[in-house]
């Protein structure tokens, strides 16, 4: 009895144990999201609020963008609308070079995608926004050059959402993926009313734009080949994207993540065209033949079968979505069996997140949620306007259970972005979200427990980030794969780097797949510490 | 004597200040509706309009006689110009109330009726005809999915009705319509007290709790619903909907939802709505097959909506059936462009 009494304290004190702690106020992290909020309520306000962890600097640390919304016509950002660029020194303090980088945008701000598109060895960043996107090249000593008109990359008149780098036609160069949103402008004149306040009005009333794809023509500049791949007969209001090789033939895929329009999967047949094959797959609708207001999207495998799944966040009432991949058409959506119809019917979803936050080999999910309906708590008991996160933990067969791992996991936000890495390399996940109108909320792990080990890859052939590589590790009985792929969440982007949780377990052979095609086997890695390996000039 | 001969009558007689030629034509179209020539009184009746184009009572008359004799439009357009020549005048705006309402003009039928009772608040008659005329308005503003102008509909024929219940049950349509869910809740909570054996507001208010996320308020009036009428299929059709939304969040068994939707198909088999839920419920157990049938069932029952055929289309390619399912996604896609869902 004594001894039971003992162990059920143990647990007690281990299940109130925080997973993650939000660490922005000792962090030095003084950056303020703003979207502008209006008496007009434009519809843009309230789906701003992008996230980066990205090491700018090379220095081995990974650092943090906050991508800011702006003023609007009549909503006004009195402390300032810039977006935030922190560097990471170490020791959970971080600091504000925003000026010094020179990312500064004159759009409203949406979200960013960060990675090496030129191969020179440093991460560059696209930020989405509106009436324009701007593309800011990495000149390696801290600082930025916008190259937006030059490269052609400015997707001009559109709302861009999220945006997702990706190698679409396995010529080693990264190309642009851009979500856009909807047809918009500030001197737009819908209005909504609650009890005689202002709302935001339904999506509804604004019509789908196409997406944008963006080749890289390896010379600084990109091509608009939207109208060749496929994508630009294919309007609706894109929010996320997420790109991997879902079929295993090759090639890059997207998913894309759309408002209230069908969801897009976008088969990459090669030759420079997509062709979205949703409908056939069963992701572009529920089962209820509704087009859920998708907003974030990711892909990774939940199930352990090593194929990409995908996980969709919703709008509350039409639960965030799960697909298994079954390795052929149609997938399989196990919203219900899975838990996740249960643990998301009250939440707005936005970011989210495939993360083995505890290292026990199964991917988790991190999701942030916030209303954008400021009288919602009038109209539904069991919906609240803010909203808190979710880790949600996965038992390796893709069945979750909610983590309340107390603290921020528990406090009401209206997140939006969230971009996941490792800021102090100790090899469990960390995380950062944007909320609108508050400061940041950048999260350390504090619960890994298994052993891990990460991996970084340097592209030769294949882009320099690896975007695109399959990588399948040996862990015991288990093989773990994961995918670097390109987006993922909403309005973010993330560590490049992946980390391999163990459990208790060593690492065996790891076998990479690069976009190249080329095959390569890693005896097995030390456990502990990150690893860079490089693409090998051919197949081994 | 007729109404239109006692409008006629009148119409002679007091027109003293006319023109004597315009009221000459007024006593010779008396005389001829009495002899049961119409055609020849309104001929007259137009001319007297068009002599004396302030005087409403020959517009009113003119009216009577083209109502008479079927010809509603112009007797509305009759009514319509003596009622803006005299705007105070009840059994005017009565007569062109009645006449819109009789022509389906339910949103025109409301305007005289809502201008008598703001002049004479205990005309019954007005106050009858008006709240006939809102609620087969709300019909076709549910109908067309013009939720908000039915919302305001509703709740101003609310204020006017406050011990209807078919408004309340209206309005508690319309304010869920609007993701008014709480005050949906009260809407129908008001009518089940007004009627309380109203099936129709025990249902609703069921659904409007569900819908404001009362689960178990929910579930109770489901079940209080289900005990009053035991032979409404309808209410255990409702009722097994919602114990299906409960089973996707694992608050019930899929078991529970199938019997109750059973059970409401044993009440009445035409239930489409019931085949469709069974059929999504088969579907995601894997039972393509049963499903089929209740997809095929419902689609029978008349309910061709684009979510049945996307069900029936997933259903059927799991059993292989390729040209069919294909056929189902067709009109699937057809009814989503044909504006159930935007780009």
Redesign the interface.
């Known amino acids: 009895m004594r001894l039971a009494a003992i162990a059920a304290a143990a647990f007690a004190s281990y299940a109130q144990t925080p997973a993650f702690i939000n660490i922005t106020p000792t962090a030095g992290i003084g950056w303020r999201h703003c979207n502008g909020q209006s008496p007009q309520r434009f519809l843009i306000e309230s789906t701003t609020g992008g996230v980066a962890i990205l090491d700018f600097d090379n220095d081995g640390r990974m650092d943090l963008l906050f991508v800011n919304g702006g003023p609007t016509p009549d909503g006004p950002c009195p402390g300032g609308a810039r977006h935030g660029l922190y560097r990471n020194p170490g020791g959970g303090r971080f600091v504000d070079v925003a000026q010094a980088a020179g990312l500064a945008t004159s759009s409203y701000g949406m979200g960013a995608a960060a990675a090496d598109y030129d191969n020179d060895g440093d991460t560059d960043v696209y930020l989405s926004g509106y009436p324009s996107g701007a593309l800011f090249r990495n000149n390696g000593d801290g600082s930025f050059t916008d190259v937006t008109t030059v490269s052609g990359t400015a997707n001009a008149g559109e709302w861009g959402a999220s945006a997702a780098w990706f190698d679409s036609d396995n010529d080693g160069r990264l190309d642009l993926f851009i979500a856009n949103y909807a047809a918009f402008s500030f001197g737009d004149s819908k209005r909504c009313q609650f009890d005689g306040k202002p709302v935001y009005c339904a999506q509804t009333l604004y019509p789908g734009r196409p997406p944008r794809l963006l080749r890289n023509r390896g010379d600084g500049t990109f091509a608009d080949v939207s109208a060749s791949a496929g994508v630009a007969s294919l309007p609706g209001r894109a929010l996320g994207v997420v790109a991997v090789d879902y079929d295993s033939d090759g090639w890059q895929d997207l998913f894309v993540a759309r408002d209230a329009s069908p969801n897009l999967l976008l088969r990459n047949l090669g030759g420079g065209r997509f062709e979205d094959v949703a409908l056939e797959a069963e992701v572009a609708y529920s089962p209820g033949a509704v087009a859920r207001a998708g907003m974030g999207v990711d892909a990774g495998d939940v199930d352990g079968d090593g194929r990409p799944d995908f996980v969709v966040t919703n709008f509350d009432g039409e639960y965030h979505a799960v697909y298994l991949n079954p390795g052929r058409l149609p997938f399989r959506e196990t919203t219900v069996s899975s838990g996740l119809a249960a643990l998301t019917r009250p939440y707005v979803g936005w970011g989210v997140r495939m993360v083995d936050y505890d290292n026990d080999g199964d991917l988790d999910l991190l999701i942030v949620n916030g209303h954008l309906h400021e009288m919602i708590e009038r109209t539904n008991r069991t919906v609240s306007y803010r909203e808190p996160p979710l880790l949600l933990v996965n038992d390796g067969q893709g069945r979750f259970t909610r983590s309340r791992s107390g603290g921020v996991f528990d406090t009401g936000y209206l997140a939006r972005g969230l971009a996941v890495g490792d800021l102090d390399n100790d090899g469990a996940v960390d995380a950062a979200f944007v909320s609108l109108n508050d400061p940041p909320v950048v999260l350390r792990n504090e619960s890994s427990r298994g052993n891990w080990a990460g991996v970084r890859l340097r592209g030769t052939a294949s882009n320099r980030d690896g975007i695109g590589a399959r990588l399948r590790l040996r862990v015991g009985a288990r093989t773990l794969t994961r995918w670097i792929t390109g987006g993922g969440s909403f309005l973010a982007s993330h560590d490049g780097r992946v980390v391999f949780g163990l459990g208790e377990s060593a690492p065996g052979e790891l076998e990479i797949l690069w976009p190249s095609g080329r095959l390569q086997r890693v005896a097995p890695l030390a456990a502990g510490r990150y690893h860079e390996l490089f693409e090998p000039a051919n197949t081994e | 004597m007729s109404g239109v001969l006692i409008l006629l009558a009148a119409t002679a007689a007091l027109a003293q200040t006319e023109p004597p030629e315009a009221m000459q034509l007024a006593r010779r179209a008396y005389e001829s509706v009495r002899a049961g020539r119409s055609q020849e009184a309104i001929a007259d009746l137009r001319r007297a309009a068009g002599i004396a184009p302030s005087n409403a009572l020959y517009r009113s008359a003119l009216g009577g006689v083209l109502e008479r004799e079927g010809q509603i439009e112009p007797a509305i357009e009759a009514f319509s110009e003596a009622a803006r020549l005299a705007p105070g005048n009840t059994t005017i705006l009565f007569k062109l109330g009645g006449l819109r309402a009789h022509a389906g003009q339910w949103e025109a039928a409301r305007e005289p009726l809502v201008q008598i009772l703001s002049v004479e608040p205990a005309h019954a008659g007005a106050e009858a005809l008006l709240e006939t005329v809102s609620l087969e308005l709300g019909a076709v503003l549910a109908r067309s999915k013009r939720f908000r102008a039915g919302q305001l509909l509703a709740q101003d024929t609310a204020k006017r009705y406050p011990r209807s219940a078919p408004v309340h049950v209206m309005l508690g349509l319309f304010e869920s319509r609007n993701?008014?869910?709480?005050?949906a809740v009260s809407a129908y909570r008001r009518a089940v007290e007004l009627a309380p054996d109203s099936e129709d507001g025990h249902t609703g208010f069921a659904i409007a709790l569900s819908?404001?996320?009362?689960a178990k308020e929910a579930r109770a009036a489901f079940e209080a619903a289900a005990a009053k009428f035991p032979s409404s299929g309808a209410v255990r059709q409702a009722f097994g909907v919602f114990l299906a939304q409960l089973?996707?969040?694992?608050?019930e068994s899929a078991e529970a939802a199938a019997t109750m939707l059973r059970s409401a198909l044993a009440l009445d088999p035409r239930l489409a709505e019931a085949h469709y839920q069974l059929g999504?419920l088969a579907?995601?157990e894997g039972g393509a097959a049963r499903a089929a049938e209740h997809l095929n069932a419902a689609l029978a029952g008349g309910l061709d909506d684009?979510?049945v055929?996307?069900?029936a289309a997933?259903a059927l390619?799991r059993l292989g059936k390729t040209a069919e399912a294909d056929q189902h996604?067709r009109a699937?896609q057809e009814r989503?462009q044909a504006g159930e869902?935007?780009?």
């Open positions: 993701q008014r869910n709480i005050d819908a404001a996320g009362m089973h996707e969040t694992g608050e999504v579907l995601s684009a979510r055929h996307y069900a997933r390619r996604l699937f989503k869902a935007g780009p």
